[in-house]
């Protein structure tokens, strides 16, 4: 059986090769309407949705676990197909939501200050279940305004191209939960070759994972450094074309004595100079059996000050769900689920 969610526009059109326009119908119920099964699908023939239910299907992940943070934020996780576990994460804004979700089971990427990458990689997800994290927090809570959606949870998106692109291009149709593509995020750790690519194909908006602005520090945070070097990453950067006055966020996990220092502030306006970007400090999130640490509060203000003395606008992302682990860089589920043991750090920035 091949699920629908699977399937983009074009697909679906393809379908039904003398009316296409059966096919949006069909798009507009699965992604429109988002509705369980072909029952649903009142403006089709009975006689096609008995056809269609020979092949095709409607399947979405289960719902296995909600966690509500003190902070009104909420943890949702799903399992999937296989048994795997992910999350995805719903934050309240002052006047919507914004959602979190992932784009792979696991991550390979192995950066030493995230607790995904203590689960290893398991593998990409399919469009399907990247869409459906969205679709389903949108049927389970029709009177939120769910207006961003943020390729942060768990993995790399751009390690998994096809079926974020996919999934982007769902998302964003005017058939479907029609989601404006400034309001799509996409995450990255600095997966070079794809840059200029995402950011063309899709016109979402672009956020890449810093961390540091010395090449050997941040290989020691994150190993992708050792194959696209920082040096190269900020030459990518710099050929990706945005749509007018848009601006990269660089994010930037600050961690105590690691890479939070004013010296560290002043080399990174000195390496973005030329870029067009806004800068996302996170503090370090902390996580069972990591030993790196949060910074303290004067060195994040400290931080900041040299960037608001800069070209570049600056913001200190709040902390949401650190409870219950559903802040950035603390999702795990599978390996909880397992009841595995998360594996010591590694990378070896704290030794
Ligand atoms: N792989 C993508 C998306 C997932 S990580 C990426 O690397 O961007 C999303 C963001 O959370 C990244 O900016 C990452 O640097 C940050 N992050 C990861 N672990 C964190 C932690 N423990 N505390 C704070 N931020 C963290």
Redesign the pocket.
């Known amino acids: 059986m091949i699920n629908l969610l699977d399937l983009d526009k074009q697909q679906m059109r393809d379908l039904f090769t003398d009316s296409p326009y059966r096919g949006s119908q069909l798009f507009a119920w699965v992604f429109g309407k988002a509705v369980p099964g072909l029952d649903a699908m009142t403006s089709l023939p009975k006689s096609l949705r008995a056809e269609l239910s020979r092949g095709y299907t409607i399947s979405y992940p289960e719902h296995v676990k909600v966690q509500a943070s003190s902070d009104g934020t909420e943890k949702h996780a799903w399992r999937l197909h296989d048994g795997l576990i992910i999350e995805s994460v719903l934050m309240p804004e002052k006047s919507h939501w914004s959602l979190c979700i992932s784009s792979q089971a696991g991550?390979a990427?192995g950066?030493a200050?995230?607790?995904?990458a203590t689960m290893g990689f398991h593998r990409n997800l399919e469009t399907s279940e990247i869409v459906s994290q969205v679709l389903s927090l949108l049927r389970l809570y029709p009177d939120r305004q769910i207006r961003n959606v943020v390729?942060?949870?768990?993995?790399?998106?751009l390690l998994n191209y096809g079926n974020v692109v996919k999934a982007i291009r769902i998302l964003t149709d005017p058939d479907g939960p029609h989601f404006s593509k400034r309001r799509i995020t996409v995450?990255?750790?600095g997966i070079v070759p794809s840059l200029e690519s995402i950011c063309r194909e899709t016109e979402a908006a672009l956020?890449?994972?810093l961390?540091s602005p010395v090449n050997a520090v941040r290989e020691r945070l994150m190993p992708v450094t050792r194959k696209y070097p920082l040096a190269e990453l900020l030459n990518a950067l710099k050929s990706c074309r945005l749509p007018n006055r848009r601006r990269i966020t660089v994010?930037y996990?600050l961690v105590r004595g690691i890479n939070d220092s004013v010296r560290d502030a002043r080399e990174l306006v000195r390496i973005l100079h030329g870029l067009k970007v806004k800068v996302n400090l996170?503090?370090?999130?902390?996580?069972p059996g990591?030993d790196l640490e949060a910074p303290d509060p004067e060195a994040v203000s400290s931080f900041e000050e040299v960037l608001k003395d800069s070209p570049y606008a600056v913001m200190v992302r709040k902390?949401k769900g650190r409870d219950i682990l559903a802040?950035?860089?603390?999702l795990a589920g599978s390996a909880q689920a397992r009841g595995e043991k998360a594996r010591p750090p590694h990378g070896g920035a704290h030794d």
């Open positions: 991550c990427m950066c200050f995230c607790y995904t390729f942060m949870g768990m993995g790399e998106p995450s990255t750790c956020a890449v994972s961390n994010e996990v996170i503090p370090f999130n902390p996580w990591c902390e802040a950035c860089g603390q």
